[in-house]
Nanobody, 127 residues
Framework: QVQLVESGGGLVQAGGSLRLSCAASGRAFGIYTMGWFRQAPGKEREFVAAISRSGGSTDYADSVKGRSTISRDNAKNTVYLQMSSLKPEDTAVYFC????????????????????WGQGTQVTVSA
């Protein structure tokens, strides 16, 4: 059974930074594409960033591009999301997730492509 546990969320002022972490249990972490999503109250879950199994490929939503960096440490079974220049509109619960689809399928931005999700960590950005 795979478990994903996010941490690192919190309250931060606009312009600040946060580093989210997602620790995964289970085997073979390094063969899966991993993603970060977020969900604000009253809104649908949206793609934030994804990283290929080796870490060699990454992609970002336009809303966070240039302000966020996704990375992974396969030896530690952990994926990270470094966010800077945070804005109030970044306020949401952030989830990490695992997908068995390949990077080149191009489906890593779709929540339905992911089979395991963490419980989420709250990020609140004050104006």
């Amino acid at each position: 059974q795979v478990q994903l546990v996010e941490s690192g969320g919190g309250l931060v002022q606009a312009g600040g930074s946060l580093r989210l972490s997602c620790a995964a249990s289970g085997r073979a972490f390094g063969i899966y594409t991993m993603g970060w999503f977020r969900q604000a109250p009253g809104k649908e879950r949206e793609f934030v960033a994804a990283i290929s199994r080796s870490g060699g490929s990454t992609d970002y939503a336009d809303s966070v591009k240039g302000r966020s960096t996704i990375s992974r440490d396969n030896a530690k079974n952990t994926v990270y999301l470094q966010m800077s220049s945070l804005k109030p509109e970044d306020t949401a619960v952030y989830f990490c997730a695992r997908t068995t689809t390949t990077w080149y399928s191009g489906n890593y931005a779709l929540p339905a492509s992911y089979d395991y999700w963490g419980q989420g960590t709250q990020v609140t950005v004050s104006a």
